[in-house]
């Protein structure tokens, strides 16, 4: 199957059997932002990709880190804490607690030092809780017991140096944790048969046909029985205590930005929107970022994915409606949503699924909720910078889970289209007329949603015309880590000591709020356009310059919260000079752009064509937004050079015509996203 993307955040979709002969559509939008203290969570420069479940330490018997995206359906909400819990300004501590406030939502945790069996008068004992600055946020700190397979056992024999007690402990009688469950963990196991268990973790190859009567699909929700909540409210506040690297108490605001997913119809040509609703929600205390994940489900004839046709994942740039009829007009006739999007009108509130089982599926139906009041348009896109190291790769644990599915016609995944657009919230949409029409099985009596939080104040956002791009050629998320890269591309070499960038004369000062960042900005701007590019090796790049993948990390998450704090502010100025600093450290290492550079960076994002266009640039994917957004603001104030960009691209477009063969055509070959050798 073949999925295009009208903004920012990777996409996947399998197809699977919801009873004989139902086939169903899971379709899911995995969307990053950066967590900023004191106003709304903004889009992540680099986007993590829909995984399977990944286990700590990449161990099949630890705990796991994050849980699969790949569910067939979640019919309530996971909130998700991974990562660690910090002690404040970095004083170690010997005690401390940890609190997670999500809407209507919290949760609180103790943390205790290490308590280790040492000999004394009396033989073996429990010493003093021993100091730490921080504190793993594992299920393995835990005490064991029958939800906990893992933990300390409190049972065991002392042994010298051996724990004596967990460090996490709930004193409210709630899980003593915050991360994902296992699924054959017990919380999870319990809620299926054998015959249902069988077939939620079908065997890498398998093929596990149609969902067993009656299968309770809570099943897939990984998270806590007092970490599922039946609604999240978009724009809810977010507060997190000794859950973040630099401060003690940070306090945000959930993004409104909302992406809309919609299907072609192979025979038909009709474009149909299928509802997508918020089911999980995991904050990344290390890296201050929070994944969410939005779902939805339809009903197809068939598994083949000819029969499942295309589908399309936007996001207005002005967080507008996009109406089916706009997805038409612009995949038919080309431009961008922009153009075509009328006024902001409504947008379903936040639903939840059923999972009792209900009668016969009807066929093309599509999930629709009732409705929620507007909210804005993210106003900033925080620069490109590369995150922390790649999580390790997942391990297989469900069918869904692995990042190949084995139900149905495989999993298709598609990246952002342009990494050129500047993302924005689409607004609420008004209440469909439908009841949600809900595969056979597939559970619990729909709930009302509850009233939705105030609207936020609107703030403005533009952005240039987005571009599709065909799972098949998709760009991966602008992250120098990512294990799949362009390829490779003799790069000059960089100086062991390189001198930071200048800033062009006449230039405007740095704000005040430049002096917040914990390296100068010139340097930090400098770094992350060194190890952007796509055979540099980061780790020897970072030790040149005294650091090491860990505290980049730590220096990345602070200065894009301080930067997107200067954006949120409607200033700009850092972001404007992180650009300015970023691009001349390119031209410094040869990795320049003219406009004709532009302009086929332009086209080949729209003809899904921009990984072999990087790679003939020699470009890394965290260039292009510093590049776009600093050659934007040229052009802005220079006239004759935008007409030199047009004409450019209109050159290069005639150059290098589009993929043959439309969306309302029936294809003649179908690309899927199958395993090799399948």
């Known amino acids: 199957m073949e999925i295009r993307s009208f903004c920012p955040f990777p996409a996947a979709a399998f197809v699977w059997e919801a009873g004989p002969g139902v086939h169903s559509l899971t379709i899911l939008v995995k969307a990053t932002f950066l967590l900023v203290h004191g106003a709304e969570a903004t889009i992540a420069p680099a986007q ?265 994942v936007a996001s207005h740039p002005q967080g507008k409606r996009v109406r089916p009829a706009d997805i038409e007009k612009v995949v038919r006739q080309g431009g961008s949503l922009e153009d075509v999007a009328g006024a902001p009108e409504l947008h379903p509130l936040e639903m939840r699924h059923d999972t009792r089982p209900i009668g016969q599926a009807r066929t093309g139906g599509t999930m629709t909720g009732p409705a929620e009041p507007k909210a804005p348009a993210l106003p900033f896109r925080p620069a490109s910078s590369p995150p922390p190291a790649a999580p390790p790769r997942p391990s297989p644990a469900l069918p869904f889970g692995s990042g190949t599915v084995h139900v149905g016609a495989p999993a298709a995944i598609v990246r952002p289209a342009t990494p050129f657009e500047r993302p924005s919230a689409p607004p609420p949409r008004p209440q469909a007329e439908e009841v949600p029409r809900m595969p056979r099985n597939v559970g619990l009596p729909f709930v009302p949603a509850e009233a939705a939080a105030p609207p936020s104040s609107p703030a403005p956002a533009s952005a240039p015309p987005p571009a599709s791009v065909p799972a098949t050629d998709a760009p991966v998320p602008f992250s120098v880590m990512d294990a799949v890269k362009p390829a490779l591309v003799a790069l000059p070499t960089i100086p062991l000591e390189p001198e930071p960038a200048e800033p062009e004369s006449g230039e405007p000062g740095l704000p005040g709020s430049a002096l917040l960042l914990p390296l100068p900005l010139e340097k930090y701007a400098s770094i992350a356009a060194e190890i952007a590019g796509p055979t540099v090796d980061v780790g020897v790049t970072l030790r040149r310059h005294g650091l090491d993948e860990e505290k980049w990390a730590h220096i990345e998450a602070e200065s894009t919260a301080v930067i997107a704090g200067d954006a949120a502010r409607g200033e700009g100025a850092l972001l404007e000079a992180f650009d300015r600093i970023y691009v001349a450290r390119l031209e410094a290492l040869g990795r320049t752009v003219d406009v004709r550079g532009h302009a086929r960076l332009s086209v080949a994002a729209a003809h899904g064509k921009l990984s072999q266009c990087l790679a003939e640039l020699g470009l890394g994917r965290a260039d292009v937004l510093p590049l776009r957004r600093a050659f934007s603001r040229r052009t802005a104030k220079d006239p004759a050079l935008l007409a030199e960009l047009r004409a450019a691209t209109e050159a290069e477009r005639a150059a290098s015509p589009p993929p043959e063969g439309g969306l309302f055509r029936t294809p003649r070959r179908v690309k899927t996203n199958e395993p090799r050798g399948a």
């Open 48 to 312: 993590d990709e829909p995984s399977g479940d990944v286990p700590w330490d990449n161990d099949p018997g630890a705990s796991l880190r994050f849980a699969t995206d790949f569910a067939p359906l979640k019919p309530r909400t996971d909130v998700l804490v991974v990562g660690h819990a910090f002690a404040p300004k970095g004083a170690a501590v010997t005690e401390l607690s940890c609190r997670i406030e999500i809407g209507d939502f919290a949760k609180a945790l103790e943390l205790v030092g290490d308590r280790r069996y040492s000999p004394g008068p009396e033989g073996l004992s429990a010493g003093p809780p021993a100091a730490f600055t921080r504190m793993p946020l594992r299920y393995e700190r835990a005490a064991r017991g029958h939800g906990n397979p893992v933990g300390v056992d409190l049972a065991a024999p002392p042994a010298r140096g051996a724990m004596a007690m967990p460090n996490v402990v709930s004193t409210t009688g709630q899980t003593p944790g915050l991360g994902p469950l296992a699924p054959g963990w017990p919380e999870r196991r319990r809620l299926v048969t054998e015959e249902g268990h069988r077939w939620a973790t079908a065997a890498l190859g398998e093929e596990p046909g149609p969902a067993p009567e009656g299968f309770d699909f809570g099943f897939f929700q990984a998270a806590p029985p007092d970490q599922q909540i039946p609604l999240l409210r978009p724009g809810a506040t977010l507060v997190l205590e000794h859950l973040h690297p630099t401060l003690p108490r940070l306090e945000t605001r959930l993004p409104a930005a909302r992406p809309q997913a919609f299907r072609i119809d192979p025979r038909t040509g009709r474009v149909s929107e299928i509802a997508l609703r918020c089911d999980t929600v995991t904050i990344d205390a290390d890296r201050g970022r929070i994944t969410m994940v939005f779902r939805g489900l339809t009903d197809v004839p068939a598994k083949e994915p000819i029969a499942v046709g295309t589908l399309v």
